[in-house]
T-cell receptor, first 113, second 110 residues
Framework: EAGVTQFPSHSVIEKGQTVTLRCDPI?????LYWYRRVMGKEIKFLLH????????ESGMPNNRFLAERTGGTYSTLKVQPAELEDSGVYFC???????????FGNGTRLTVT | GNSVTQMEGPVTLSEEAFLTINCTYT??????LFWYVQYPGEGLQLLLK?????DKGSNKGFEATYRKETTSFHLEKGSVQVSDSAVYFC?????????FGKGTRLHILP
């Protein structure tokens, strides 16, 4: 089966611009998660979808971040406007049901200059 | 709150050396514990897990035992290989979230 895929793998943008990250979970996985790792720090939870619904978005840093999962398939994470501190690696993960193992994508490395 | 603390890297070892990466946790209740690994250019992969006290998770020669009394889940391998070079993340699962440590970069020299 195809794994979790994320696009793009790298993105370099200027402060104030907008970037949209995309995640395609494993087909049939209802649970989709976004995580972020800022350089040298923990991988931190951002939010969790069950199908198209946001189950938990307690980790979203502020209202410059908007996540969607229309139709319960792929998800996008938009950062608008981007700030320097948004730089990091954004990971997406999916699972079949709550409590089952997470399958991670390779991540998107975002650099805001 | 829930948190994970793991030893800082980088850790550099020679091939066939013994490996220990320390991990301790703080959590309410009884979380599941995990080690994830990220090889160069790849995503995170689950390496092993333990779901209750005294459980031992093992995979690819790596082992970790869930120690409730010391709130620890140290990762060990008896003889490391160059191919084990990666970043290792200790993590706990609680309330359907995974909470990660900062990661430990491991370099194995031939």
């Amino acid at each position: 089966e195809a794994g979790v895929t994320q696009f793009p793998s790298h993105s370099v943008i200027e402060k104030g611009q907008t970037v949209t990250l995309r995640c395609d979970p494993i087909s049939g996985h209802d649970n989709l998660y976004w995580y972020r790792r800022v350089m040298g720090k923990e991988i931190k939870f951002l939010l969790h979808f069950v199908k198209e619904s946001k189950q938990d978005e307690s980790g979203m840093p502020n209202n410059r971040f908007l996540a969607e999962r229309t139709g319960g398939t792929y998800s996008t994470l938009k950062v608008q406007p981007a700030e320097l501190e948004d730089s990091g690696v954004y990971f997406c993960a999916s699972s079949t049901h709550q409590g089952s193992p997470l399958h991670f994508g390779n991540g998107t490395r975002l650099t805001v200059t | 709150g829930n948190s994970v603390t793991q030893m800082e890297g980088p850790v550099t070892l020679s091939e066939e050396a013994f490996l220990t990466i320390n991990c301790t946790y703080t959590a309410t209740g009884y979380p599941s514990l995990f080690w994830y690994v990220q090889y160069p250019g790849e995503g995170l992969q689950l390496l092993l897990k333990a779901t209750k006290a005294d459980d031992k998770g093992s995979n690819k020669g790596f082992e970790a035992t869930y120690r409730k009394e010391t709130t620890s889940f140290h990762l060990e391998k008896g003889s490391v290989q160059v191919s084990d070079s990666a970043v290792y993340f200790c993590a706990l699962g609680r309330d359907d979230k995974i909470i990660f440590g900062k990661g430990t970069r491991l370099h194995i020299l031939p």
